[in-house]
T-cell receptor, first 115, second 117 residues
């Protein structure tokens, strides 16, 4: 149980284009999903907290207009990197939390490369 | 503010050696959770353990053991008789249980463990 999927697992795009990454909780309902970014050989940094049916809460220094998050259902959250640039190339990982439980289940991650 | 420090950037051992990964944390929360995750080269995070701040008992799971010392704000992880498959990046993380820190994970910098045959 508690499986989280991400799609795509990797994506290569041209600079200036937008990329959408999906995060799904497959066998449970997630009222809260988190989005993390991990640069090579670095730690995971929380980008934003996404609550179903409400606006995402972004961490300091994360541009909300560049990283659009939508959490339209209890099993799906999407992260759209708008007008991507090479410096946005990173490993993006989502996690989903069961309602009332302080435990996060992580997706396998999406590797974004912007040319 | 929460902070997790893993002072060891890289550790290299030979198979069958024991190895301890250090983790020191800072938090103003009176209750919190501590975690250890393993990240193999594939990138997917593997959950290893979650410990509530109320519970200072040490835990053993197979070759893995954890030493939680609230007095020194440390949550160290020991692998006994290491194996090549243990090679990975290991992250210690902290999650608060109150207010704005509820559910948010703060990760340490990670320790790269390499186990040589």
């Amino acid at each position: 149980g508690a499986v989280v999927s991400q799609h795509p697992s990797w994506v290569i795009c041209k600079s200036g284009t937008s990329v959408k990454i999906e995060c799904r909780s497959l066998d449970f309902q997630a009222t809260t999903m988190f989005w993390y970014r991990q640069f090579p050989k670095q730690s995971l940094m929380l980008m934003a907290t996404s609550n179903e049916g409400s606006k995402a809460t972004y961490e300091q220094g994360v541009e909300k207009d560049k990283f659009l998050i939508n959490h339209a259902s209890l099993t799906l959250s999407t992260l759209t990197v708008t007008s991507a640039h090479p410096e946005d190339s990173s490993f993006y990982i989502c996690s989903a939390r069961l309602a009332g439980v302080n435990e996060q289940f992580f997706g396998p991650g999406t590797r974004l490369t912007v040319l | 503010a929460q902070k997790v420090t893993q002072a060891q950037t890289e550790i290299s051992v030979v198979e069958k050696e024991d190895v301890t990964l250090d983790c020191v944390y800072e938090t103003r929360d009176t209750t919190y959770y501590l975690f250890w995750y393993k990240q193999p080269p594939s990138g997917e995070l593997v959950f290893l353990i979650r410990r509530n701040s109320f519970d200072e008992q040490n835990e053993i799971s197979g070759r893995y053991s954890w030493n939680f010392q609230k007095s020194t704000s440390s949550f160290n992880f020991t692998i006994t008789a290491s194996q090549v498959v243990d090679s990975a990046v290991y992250f210690c993380a902290l999650s608060g249980l109150g207010g704005t820190s509820y559910g948010k994970l703060t990760f340490g910098q990670g320790t790269i463990l390499t186990v040589h045959p």
